[in-house]
C-alpha cells in the first residue's frame, strides 16, 4: 500500500479511477490487528488503488473529512466520494471486503 506523503500526492491519488484510502496510525492497536491480511485484501479487490494516509501525519485533513476514528477507509471515485467506512471499532476482514464490494456497486 502507498503512503501518502502530501495533500497534493493525496489529491492525485484520489482523482482518475477508484482509490481507496485507510486512515490509521502506528500506535492504533485496532490497525495492527487488520494489517496481516490487508496484501489478501489489496489483492482481491486489484482494480483499486489502495493508499495509506498517516492520521498523525495528516490530522487537519482528518478533521476536514471528519475522520475521528481509525482505521477506516474512505472510497473516492475519479475524485469523489462514493462510500465511507469511518469509526472507531476494530474492523473485521470480512467487514472490510463487505465495505468494499458495497463500495464497487456504487462506482
Known amino acids: 500500500m502507498k503512503e ?3 495533500i497534493e500526492m493525496f489529491n492525485n491519488e484520489i482523482q482518475s479511477g477508484i482509490s ?3 486512515f ?3 500506535w492504533c492497536p485496532d490497525c495492527r490487528v487488520i494489517e496481516p491480511f490487508l496484501p489478501e485484501v489489496e489483492a ?3 482494480q483499486m488503488n489502495f493508499v495509506y494516509a498517516n492520521r498523525d501525519q495528516f490530522i487537519d485533513l482528518c478533521g ?3 475522520i475521528f ?10 475524485g469523489q466520494e ?3 467506512f469511518v469509526s472507531k471499532d476494530r474492523k473485521t476482514q470480512e467487514e472490510i471486503k463487505t465495505f468494499l ?3 464497487l456497486n456504487k462506482c
Do not use: C, K, W
Not at 476514528?69 to 475519479?78: R, T
Open 44 to 46: 482481491e479487490f486489484s
Open 69 to 78: 476514528g481509525i482505521p477506516s477507509f474512505i472510497v473516492y471515485h475519479n
Open 82 to 84: 462514493v462510500h465511507r
Open 4 to 6: 501518502i506523503q502530501s
Open 20 to 22: 481507496v484510502v485507510m
Open 101 to 103: 464490494t458495497e463500495a
Open 24 to 26: 490509521s496510525a502506528d
Open 64 to 66: 476536514e473529512l471528519n
